[in-house]
Nanobody
Framework: QVQLVESGGGLVQPGGSLRLSCAAS????????MGWYRQAPGKQRELVAM???????RYADSAKGRFTISRDSAKNTMYLQMNSLKPEDTAVYYC?????????WGQGTQVTVSS
């Protein structure tokens, strides 16, 4: 079992930055698929950024050059640094991990980009 808790969302103006955190309840070593998804109202949940089993990072086209995924294994925490935010980035952001062949999701954190 893994519990994931996101934090760091909020209201930010266009062009601003936020850093989301995802704290895991147990040690999550490399080799697991883990990442960030988001879901805007009326839209399907979509991948934002992820780590592959090999440890490489992947980004959605909409996130490339603006968002950075990272993790601190010592703190069992994954991050999503979001810069140059746009109104279309407004969504609930979820962290995700596939651990021992099971999918785990956090409860989500709201990000609103608006002036």
């Amino acid at each position: 079992q893994v519990q994931l808790v996101e934090s760091g969302g909020g209201l930010v103006q266009p062009g601003g930055s936020l850093r989301l955190s995802c704290a895991a309840s147990r040690t999550i070593l490399g080799g697991n698929i883990m990442g960030w998804y988001r879901q805007a109202p009326g839209k399907q949940r979509e991948l934002v950024a992820m780590y592959t089993t090999g440890g490489s990072s992947r980004y959605a086209d909409s996130a490339k050059g603006r968002f950075t995924i990272s993790r601190d294994s010592a703190k069992n925490t994954m991050y999503l640094q979001m810069n140059s935010l746009k109104p279309e980035d407004t969504a609930v952001y979820y962290c995700y991990i596939n651990f021992r062949a099971r999918d785990y999701w956090g409860q989500g954190t709201q990000v609103t980009v608006s002036s």
